[in-house]
């Protein structure tokens, strides 16, 4: 009598594990590389600013919600205020602190920010407000 051998064909193993370590030692390697902030301590209590009256830069500026400019509260255009800058001593005509505000659409700040450049300024500084949430 013959017997008929049935190879059956083993499915090789998916390297799953090979995946997962590989997986825990990156997580390893950037939990240790990585620089972990200390949180701040409980009794420190950071200063408040927002009941504080805002001042503008000296020499900034003001662009309205319209888009008009004010420099040291007159009206100005950009044109004018480079030659009030050019006529001051100590004045750098390179360097600009604009002062939008918070209505001004993006639109007519960059409108501005490229009439500015093409009068000569080369560094614009937009002035915000900034914060930190509780």
């Known amino acids: 009598m013959r017997l008929n051998h049935f190879t059956v064909k083993r499915q090789k193993a998916e390297p799953t594990i090979a995946l997962i370590n590989i997986v825990f030692l990156m997580l390893i390697f950037f939990l240790v590389a990585a620089q972990i902030a200390p949180p701040l301590d409980g009794d420190v209590k950071l200063v408040s600013t927002q009941d504080l009256e805002s001042r503008?830069?000296?020499?900034?500026?003001?662009?309205?919600?319209?888009?008009?400019?004010?420099?040291?509260g007159a009206s100005i255009t950009p044109s004018q205020y480079f030659?009030?800058?050019?006529?001051?001593?100590?004045?750098?005509?390179?360097?600009?602190?604009?002062?939008p505000d918070r209505a001004l659409s993006a639109v007519k700040l960059i409108d501005i920010g490229n009439e500015l450049k093409t009068l000569g300024a080369q560094k614009i500084?937009?002035?915000t407000e900034r914060g930190i949430s509780e």
């Open 56 to 72: 503008d830069p000296p020499d900034a500026l003001i662009v309205l919600p319209d888009g008009l400019m004010t420099y040291r």
């Open 125 to 127: 500084l937009v002035v």
């Open 83 to 99: 030659t009030i800058k050019q006529e001051s001593q100590n004045s750098d005509l390179e360097t600009i602190r604009l002062v």
